[in-house]
């Protein structure tokens, strides 16, 4: 990973050396207790909406009343929106050096755990964002012999949460730097992590200096209702467990990870649907065991080096699990269940592809496997240097989500440099603006945007628009658009055939993607969008008298690739009744979450695409599939997740070939809990 420098005028970037933090970096002053107020400075920006929520809520007198995005009364329950307005985006940035703590790095505004029973859903997690300098440069260091970190603990180094569940904790990231528990802290846990809808963790080293690699687990994720965890080009060095997933709603994703040294188990699954790609492994104890009843767990393109002859690698004990392209050194066995051995006996071992529960096939077929998509890496784009970036505010932009700023936006993308950036504000958009092939990275360094009258109105366009052909890439990262930036358009139109990165991207309300123009390349990276999610529009497909000014269409794809070749890695589309449309091209997903009764994706004209690690949430009984294949080839590893049966798909699978229709229903899946069911490798190839 690149050094990361940014430049003075980003005002979004909290340098932590710098006043009025002035944090010592050398490893020898405790840092603790300011790197708490930082936290706490950031989410104060939080407090004033915080307490009008809990007045509103107050006022309401209804005990059934829940914290969520939509301030209304839906299914004779209030809703009451909470935050109804992002603050200033802020980034906490650490130079290198070593910064020595002796607890905890959290938040301590007691009443943001909300423990009081009006806020039992919401946490006041969220835009807790960490960046480092370099991986290898920065060091957060937990003191050796800490008090509080004996054996018998877990307690975290940096903890996302404290409470028990939270669905507004967006766009929390921790990048870029290491994080160390020190030596005889047996009872330590490196990261604890948590993030909703988007979030990511990358580029980060976890390790123990003990000299027997004591710790109790690297990574985290224990709370309800996870439902975004991007996990990549992370290294784990020692701890009984590496990495540990527990909770039951709602999925988690992880590529590129390297274990070492565990004294237990290399990553514990639970009830969540985890998926795992590109894990490096040197262990003599197993390293995967599936725990959970309805646990849903995938690895592929894992290598697996230094196992004992008395262990098996992979244990699957409960749920469903999908493996393909395993190789183990060392074992006895890669797999071992209660119904099958797969041995391993020497270097050269290797398992092909494993499903417990699965296939399922509605025709014919001569190959019974998924379609093993060759995957392609995200491409790294170089950091420039901070007299290469350009600010989007020197050309007269305002932020104040009043002034329409198209102009000076687009002013900013003319002046020749190679990066655009943003400083906190919303910045209101009533037209399109092109991005020129010259441009090679947009950062709104998670600055707001909100559509103007005639924006809004606009269908068949983008707010934004990718024309003119380069060969390098561009990539449009660090967005968090919230409830203002709403309407008929979509946020990128991609009129060229240049290859594109979305790198946490999060619209509320509106759609993120279609192109004008085939041939190209789209990778996405913990991303997300929801249609539909403006104030007052809730679960409706039309605005309540009154509300005609919030324009939406939920026929529109959150998503729309028309023969393209897309790699996606987290990715989180809500309430389009079209969430992922592939038209014609490659699309390849590893994580995903879907929400609302839409089809979750749809491939036609001979398109092919490979969803593994998907959760399929709320689909209110509606007879549309969950998965369509038209004439096209399909494999879809995947679960549903909802209470009832009206929250599910009557139509699970509907498959087209040579004209011929046929269903794979919810009664012809396996049970996962209640009336959720599991989708265990659904394929549909041409024969």
Same mark, same amino acid.
């Given at each position: 990973?690149?050094?990361?420098?940014?430049?003075?005028?980003?005002?979004?970037?909290?340098?932590?050396?710098?006043?009025?933090?002035?944090?010592?970096?050398?490893?020898?002053?405790?840092?603790?207790?300011?790197?708490?107020?930082? =936290?706490?400075?950031?989410?104060?920006?939080?407090?004033?909406?915080?307490?009008?929520?809990?007045?509103?809520?107050?006022? /309401?007198?209804?005990?059934?009343?829940?914290?969520?995005?939509?301030?209304?009364? =839906?299914?004779?329950?209030?809703?009451?929106?909470?935050?109804?307005?992002?603050?200033?985006?802020?980034?906490?940035?650490?130079?290198?050096?070593?910064?020595?703590?002796?607890?905890?790095?959290?938040?301590?505004?007691?009443?943001?755990?909300?423990?009081?029973?009006?806020?039992?859903?919401?946490?006041?997690?969220?835009?807790?964002?960490?960046?480092?300098?370099?991986?290898?440069?920065?060091? =957060?260091?937990?003191?050796?012999?800490?008090?509080?970190?004996?054996?018998?603990?877990?307690?975290?180094?940096?903890?996302?949460?404290?409470?028990?569940?939270?669905?507004?904790?967006?766009?929390?990231?921790?990048?870029?730097?290491?994080?160390? /528990?020190?030596?005889?802290?047996?009872?330590?846990?490196?990261?604890?992590?948590?993030?909703?809808?988007?979030?990511?963790?990358?580029?980060?080293?976890?390790?123990?200096?003990?000299?027997?690699?004591?710790?109790?687990?690297?990574?985290?994720?224990?709370?309800? !209702?996870?439902?975004?965890?991007?996990?990549?080009?992370?290294?784990?060095?020692?701890?009984?467990?590496?990495?540990? =997933?527990?909770?039951?709603?709602?999925?988690?994703?992880?590529?590129?990870?390297?274990?070492?040294?565990?004294?237990?188990?290399?990553?514990?699954?639970?009830?969540?649907?985890?998926?795992?790609?590109?894990?490096?492994?040197?262990?003599?104890?197993?390293?995967?065991?599936?725990?959970?009843?309805?646990?849903?767990?995938?690895?592929?393109?894992?290598?697996?080096?230094?196992?004992?002859?008395?262990?098996?690698?992979?244990?699957?004990?409960?749920?469903?699990?999908?493996?393909?392209?395993?190789?183990?050194?060392?074992?006895?066995?890669?797999?071992?269940?209660?119904?099958?051995?797969? !041995?391993?006996?020497?270097?050269?071992?290797?398992?092909?592809?494993?499903?417990?529960?699965?296939?399922?096939?509605?025709?014919?077929?001569?190959?019974?496997?998924?379609?093993?998509?060759?995957?392609?890496?995200?491409?790294?784009?170089?950091?420039?240097?901070?007299?290469?970036?350009?600010?989007?505010?020197?050309?007269?932009?305002?932020?104040?989500?009043?002034?329409?700023?198209?102009?000076?936006?687009?002013?900013?993308?003319?002046?020749?440099?190679?990066?655009?950036?943003?400083?906190?504000?919303?910045?209101?958009?009533?037209?399109?603006?092109?991005?020129?092939?010259?441009?090679?990275?947009?950062?709104?360094?998670?600055?707001?945007?909100?559509?103007?009258?005639?924006?809004?109105?606009?269908?068949?366009?983008?707010?934004?628009?990718?024309?003119?052909?380069?060969?390098?890439?561009?990539?449009?990262?660090?967005?968090?658009?919230?409830?203002?930036?709403?309407?008929?358009?979509?946020?990128?139109?991609?009129?060229?055939?240049?290859?594109?990165?979305?790198?946490?991207?999060?619209?509320?309300?509106?759609?993120?993607?279609?192109?004008?123009?085939?041939?190209?390349?789209?990778?996405?990276?913990?991303?997300?969008?929801? /249609?539909?999610?403006?104030?007052?529009?809730?679960?409706?497909?039309?605005?309540?008298?009154?509300?005609?000014?919030?324009?939406?269409?939920?026929?529109?794809?959150?998503?729309?690739?028309?023969?393209?070749?897309?790699?996606?890695?987290? /990715?989180?589309?809500?309430?389009?009744?079209?969430?992922?449309?592939?038209?014609?091209?490659?699309?390849?997903?590893?994580?995903?979450?879907?929400?609302?009764?839409?089809?979750?994706?749809?491939?036609?004209?001979?398109?092919?695409?490979?969803?593994?690690?998907?959760?399929?949430?709320?689909?209110?009984?509606?007879?549309?599939?969950?998965?369509?294949?038209?004439?096209?080839?399909?494999?879809?590893?995947?679960?549903?997740?909802?209470?009832?049966?009206?929250?599910?798909?009557?139509?699970?699978?509907?498959?087209?070939?040579?004209?011929?229709?046929?269903?794979?229903?919810?009664?012809?899946?396996?049970?996962?809990?209640?009336?959720?069911?599991?989708?265990?490798?659904?394929?549909?190839? !041409?024969?």
């Amino acid at each position: 990973m690149q050094n990361i420098h940014f430049p003075d005028s980003c005002k979004s970037i909290i340098d932590v050396t710098k006043p009025p933090y002035n944090l010592d970096n050398t490893g020898k002053i405790d840092c603790t207790k300011v790197l708490c107020q930082i =936290i706490d400075d950031v989410l104060g920006a939080y407090e004033k909406n915080f307490y009008e929520t809990k007045a509103k809520l107050e006022a /309401i007198s209804d005990p059934n009343a829940l914290v969520s995005f939509e301030i209304r009364k =839906i299914d004779g329950r209030i809703n009451v929106i909470f935050p109804e307005e992002l603050p200033p985006s802020k980034i906490i940035y650490f130079p290198n050096g070593t910064y020595l703590v002796s607890d905890t790095i959290s938040y301590s505004m007691e009443e943001f755990r909300n423990f009081l029973s009006s806020l039992r859903h919401l946490e006041m997690n969220c835009q807790l964002r960490f960046i480092g300098e370099s991986m290898d440069g920065v060091k =957060i260091k937990l003191k050796d012999n800490c008090k509080g970190f004996e054996h018998g603990n877990d307690r975290p180094v940096i903890s996302f949460m404290q409470g028990e569940a939270s669905n507004i904790a967006m766009t929390n990231m921790l990048e870029n730097l290491t994080i160390s /528990i020190g030596a005889g802290n047996p009872g330590a846990t490196g990261v604890r992590y948590f993030a909703n809808n988007t979030g990511a963790v990358r580029n980060v080293k976890i390790i123990s200096e003990d000299p027997e690699y004591r710790g109790n687990t690297g990574f985290s994720v224990l709370h309800e !209702k996870v439902s975004a965890c991007l996990v990549q080009n992370v290294e784990i060095i020692g701890f009984n467990y590496g990495i540990k =997933i527990m909770p039951q709603f709602l999925y988690t994703t992880f590529e590129h990870i390297t274990l070492k040294h565990q004294k237990r188990l290399g990553i514990y699954s639970g009830n969540t649907v985890t998926s795992i790609r590109d894990l490096v492994s040197y262990n003599e104890v197993p390293v995967l065991r599936t725990e959970g009843f309805i646990g849903l767990t995938s690895l592929i393109d894992a290598k697996l080096y230094g196992g004992s002859p008395l262990e098996t690698a992979i244990r699957y004990n409960y749920g469903q699990i999908f493996l393909r392209n395993i190789k183990a050194e060392g074992y006895e066995y890669i797999l071992r269940t209660d119904m099958t051995y797969t !041995k391993c006996e020497s270097v050269k071992d290797y398992l092909d592809e494993y499903c417990s529960h699965g296939p399922k096939t509605l025709f014919e077929q001569k190959i019974n496997k998924s379609l093993n998509l060759k995957v392609e890496e995200t491409p790294e784009v170089k950091w420039d240097s901070p007299e290469d970036w350009a600010c989007v505010n020197d050309f007269g932009a305002k932020g104040d989500g009043e002034t329409d700023d198209t102009q000076a936006i687009q002013a900013a993308m003319n002046c020749g440099k190679p990066t655009v950036f943003f400083n906190p504000g919303r910045y209101l958009i009533d037209d399109v603006i092109e991005i020129p092939p010259h441009v090679k990275r947009i950062n709104f360094m998670y600055g707001d945007l909100a559509s103007g009258s005639k924006l809004c109105k606009m269908r068949d366009t983008g707010a934004f628009k990718v024309v003119g052909e380069s060969d390098e890439p561009i990539i449009i990262e660090d967005l968090f658009a919230f409830e203002k930036f709403y309407g008929f358009m979509t946020f990128l139109e991609h009129a060229s055939k240049r290859t594109v990165i979305f790198s946490d991207i999060h619209v509320q309300t509106a759609s993120i993607y279609f192109n004008s123009v085939s041939g190209g390349k789209v990778f996405m990276e913990n991303t997300g969008c929801t /249609i539909g999610g403006i104030p007052g529009a809730g679960n409706r497909t039309a605005p309540l008298p009154g509300e005609e000014k919030f324009p939406y269409d939920r026929t529109r794809a959150n998503f729309k690739f028309v023969g393209q070749k897309v790699y996606c890695r987290q /990715i989180n589309p809500e309430r389009s009744l079209h969430e992922v449309i592939n038209d014609g091209g490659l699309l390849w997903v590893m994580g995903c979450k879907t929400e609302e009764e839409g089809t979750a994706y749809e491939t036609k004209n001979g398109g092919v695409t490979e969803v593994i690690g998907a959760v399929f949430t709320i689909g209110l009984g509606k007879e549309i599939p969950a998965v369509i294949n038209d004439e096209s080839e399909v494999s879809v590893f995947a679960a549903t997740a909802g209470m009832t049966n009206q929250q599910q798909w009557p139509i699970v699978v509907k498959e087209i070939r040579n004209g011929e229709v046929k269903y794979l229903k919810k009664e012809d899946c396996p049970i996962r809990y209640l009336d959720s069911i599991t989708l265990p490798l659904y394929i549909g190839r !041409k024969n």
